[in-house]
């Protein structure tokens, strides 16, 4: 991962803007569409800012004034003086799917966006604002943190009661919560890889990965598989404990002539 993909909330706030045309305009929209107000340069309140200048120079000149003041700066079309870059947006509000290149193919991102817009739903942000206003009722039915996250992993699946890639009945939440068994026991499965290319992580190795709670796994197995699961699952090299941890466990194995 080359950048860090992050959701800045804008509404209300000051961005700098420099610039006019075609580019700047289409800033312009994006800024105000998230809620931000576009300023010139001047303003001291500003903490980010896009510059929108066709001319290089003028353009490298501007972003260097404005990142010696603190800020972080996105030139259009020159991604190597940018500190941050805009992404392709599927946007569901509140569900927004962002798609970056880090600069490399704004034309490859929008692509990619274009296919995903085709697969989700636009009931996708109703159904994430209807979670939200059952977060209560949600802390109810599952006061452990650890067990109310498992209960939503296995809504969400494809197929899942709350799957985000299907429409659902404006009561489906309430359903879900009402008639949802108790989440699985604790219990540990065993992966043996294909191959060190994560590529090859059937559907299932992958949709475990990303459920998974802690994770045991060969020292030959490599980072670019291990970086699949969860940021926020324990990973431990070796062979699971004879008691295994609370949730779900997997044991990744990776036979010597796959590696």
Same mark, same amino acid.
């Given at each position: 991962?080359?950048? @860090? ?5 804008? &509404? ?5 803007? $420099? ?7 289409? *800033? ?13 340069? %001047? ?34 079309? #020159? ?24 600069? %490399? ?9 274009? #296919? ?5 739903? &636009?009931?996708?942000? *109703?159904?994430?604002?209807?979670? %939200? =206003?059952? #977060? ?8 452990? =943190?650890?067990?109310?996250?498992? =209960? ?13 890639? =299907?429409?659902? %009945? ?24 294909? &191959?060190?290319?994560?590529?090859? @992580?059937?559907?299932? &190795? ?14 030959? $197995? ?12 324990? #990973?431990?090299?070796?062979?699971p404990p004879v008691h295994v941890p609370e ?13």
């Open positions: 991962m080359e950048q @860090l993909p992050i959701f800045v909330n804008l &509404s209300g706030r000051k961005v700098i803007l $420099v610039g006019e045309g075609e580019a700047a305009d289409a *800033k312009r929209r994006l800024i105000e569409r998230a809620g931000g107000q576009c300023v010139d340069a %001047a303003d001291r309140d500003a903490r980010l800012a896009f510059i929108a200048i066709e001319d290089e120079k003028a353009a490298i000149e501007s972003a260097e004034d404005l990142k010696a003041r603190g800020l972080l700066v996105n030139v259009v079309d #020159r991604p190597e003086h940018c500190d941050f870059t805009t992404p392709a947006i599927v946007d569901r509000a509140p569900v927004l799917v962002a798609v970056g290149t880090g600069g %490399a193919s704004a034309g490859m991102a929008k692509a990619i966006r274009q #296919r995903i817009e085709t697969l989700l739903p &636009s009931s996708t942000g *109703k159904l994430a604002s209807t979670i %939200a =206003a059952a #977060r209560q009722a949600i802390r109810f039915r599952w006061p452990d =943190a650890a067990d109310r996250r498992r =209960a939503l992993d296995a809504a969400f699946v494809e197929g899942g009661m709350l799957d985000p890639f =299907a429409d659902h %009945a404006d009561n489906a939440v309430a359903q879900w919560i009402a008639n949802t068994d108790e989440p699985l026991p604790s219990r540990l499965i065993e992966i043996p890889l294909l &191959s060190d290319n994560p590529d090859d @992580l059937t559907l299932l &190795s992958a949709r475990l990965l990303g459920q998974a709670d802690h994770i045991f796994h060969d020292t030959n $197995v490599p980072a670019a598989i291990l970086d699949r699961a969860r940021a926020d699952a324990v #990973r431990c090299e070796g062979t949730g779900l466990t997997l044991y990744l194995r990776l036979p010597q002539a796959a590696a």
